[in-house]
């Protein structure tokens, strides 16, 4: 039998193997794929002293060129391994080709969006009255901290790691155990990028306990987040002593909101998308179908029929259109969700559901379900389930869906489909939502911002306002000391 990969940390430049030992799992089958180290403190605090010293020895910080020319070689260089990152996505994270492709397939023109802000995002100067002169410039924050989770760690890891970069931090970076042999290769990737000084990336798999030491940290100023809604709580509690910087992308509870005039083929298609993307966990999954009366009816059914005709399998066949969801563990909490829905009341257009059938019943498998409810106040609408179940609320007219959509604390995302020119830009305007897709579902792009309302987030990733995060302003004023003559 051939020998498993080991999954290492990759600090200092030096591959490390210690922490805790444990084996990763393929979540379509249950089978071992590799053996993994879990780092504690003891590792965080080495990524840390790493990024400390290189942010203090190395040409890094003052360096913008350096650093352009570094966030293109690196985007080359996950560009060549495409195949291989789909790969392991598939094997590790349970993503069908077709899903890990989308996930890998952002992420050079991401690193390149952020190599070019290296050398643009540089401060103003200007003289505002007589014989002053004032320079603005933007200088890097330090150490980052970043903490990604399993979801789409490849994505969503460069989000935070390419803009700190570009700023001139350095980086400790956390990436979850249930992606740690994905992890290694986005480190062994990196580190065969020439000019990369070492010490300036740091990447180790860990958990809580690793996440909280670089929380807790006094040498990162800087914390980029992106996970639950909790943990962003519990975050942003640890970091107050040390009043830390904080980007927090957090949870969501996307509404896909239909009006009667919209094109319900296309919305269906939509909709069966946005719920079946990374087989719903995903922080936009389109979890909640909010649709007017007179549409109802039919595109209810519609969207049953399709999410029934989904093929729900492995990454390793071509035919599945639909992979597990990250472990056994969360199909029973999804599961013992949708029973509680069902308990409260919630009508059942369709009850998918674990799969229990051989060889799936060996995975994390979940069917698409499909409830419908009256209640806005019901856990299934309130809370993320991140899984492949949709809930749906009618409505009768436009401000009764803005309500109706704004009726969560989540505000990450939200979709509005409808033939009307005005409509749409109207509630688009009124709903409490970072960002806003119109006949769309998950269009994103390097240069708008995308972030949360309320609690799914703080600060902004992409866009100009990336590099906020991970920059101090510092103002510099010349005075001069003879009058011009
Ligand atoms: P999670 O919050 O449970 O964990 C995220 C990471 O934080 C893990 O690596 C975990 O070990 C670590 N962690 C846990 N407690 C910590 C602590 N006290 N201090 C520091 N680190 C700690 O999230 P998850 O279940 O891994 O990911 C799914 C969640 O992420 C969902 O809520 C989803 O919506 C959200 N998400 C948001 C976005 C976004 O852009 N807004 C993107 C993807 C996922």
Not at 56 to 73: G, K
């Amino acid at each position: 039998m051939a020998e498993l990969p080991v999954a290492a940390h990759w600090i200092g430049g030096e591959w490390v193997r210690s922490g805790t030992e444990g084996d990763s799992i393929d979540p379509a089958t249950g089978a071992v794929i590799g053996r993994r180290f879990v780092a504690g403190r003891d590792e965080a605090e080495q990524a840390i002293v790493a990024a400390a010293k290189a942010f203090e020895q190395t040409p890094w910080r003052n360096d913008r060129d350096l650093r352009a020319r570094v966030l293109s070689w690196i985007a080359d260089a996950i560009e060549a391994r495409t195949d291989d990152l789909v790969a392991i996505l598939g094997l590790e994270n349970g993503k069908v080709a077709a899903h890990a492709k989308v996930e890998v397939g952002i992420v050079p023109d991401c690193l390149r969006f952020n190599a070019a802000l290296a050398l643009t995002e540089f401060g103003r100067a200007a003289s505002a009255k007589p014989g002053a002169l004032s320079l603005v410039v933007r200088q890097p924050a330090g150490v980052a901290g970043i903490i990604a989770p399993w979801n789409s760690p490849v994505a969503l890891v460069i989000r935070s790691l390419a803009p700190a970069l570009a700023a001139g931090c350095t980086a400790a970076v956390m990436l979850p155990f249930q992606t740690a042999q994905t992890n290694a290769l986005i480190a062994e990737i990196i580190a065969g990028v020439e000019g990369l000084p070492k010490g300036v990336v740091n990447i180790f798999t860990g958990g809580h306990e690793a996440g909280d030491a670089l929380v807790r940290s006094p040498r990162v100023p800087v914390i980029s987040f992106t996970g639950s809604t909790a943990t962003g709580r519990a975050i942003s509690v640890n970091a107050a002593p040390r009043l830390k910087r904080l980007g927090l992308e957090l949870g969501g509870k996307t509404p896909m909101i239909v009006f009667n005039d919209a094109d319900l083929e296309a919305t269906a298609s939509g909709i069966v998308l946005a719920l079946t993307v990374f087989a719903g966990q995903f922080c936009m999954t389109g979890s909640r179908l909010l649709v007017q009366q007179g549409a109802a009816d039919r595109l209810i059914a519609e969207v049953a029929r399709r999410l029934e005709a989904v093929r729900v399998g492995p990454a390793a066949d071509p035919a599945s259109e639909m992979g597990p969801l990250i472990d056994k563990p969360s199909v029973e909490r999804v599961e013992k969700m949708v029973a509680a829905a069902i308990g409260f009341g919630a009508r059942v257009h369709l009850r998918g559901g674990p799969a229990t059938e051989p060889p799936l019943d060996k995975g994390a498998f979940f069917r698409p379900t499909l409830l419908e409810v009256t209640d806005s106040s019901l856990d299934i609408v309130q809370e993320e389930v991140f899984g492949p179940v949709l809930v749906v609320q009618r409505f009768a007219d436009e401000d009764e869906a803005i309500r109706l959509a704004n009726a969560t604390e989540y505000g990450l995302s939200a979709s509005v489909w409808s033939r009307d020119v005005d409509r749409p830009l109207r509630v688009a305007l009124a709903l409490e939502s970072g960002t806003v897709w119109i006949n769309a579902w998950a269009a994103m792009a390097d240069q708008f911002e995308e972030g949360g309302f309320k609690q799914s987030g703080q600060g902004r990733m992409r866009g100009l306002a990336v590099i906020d995060d991970f920059i101090e302003y510092k103002h510099i004023a010349l005075m001069a000391t003879r009058p011009a003559n």
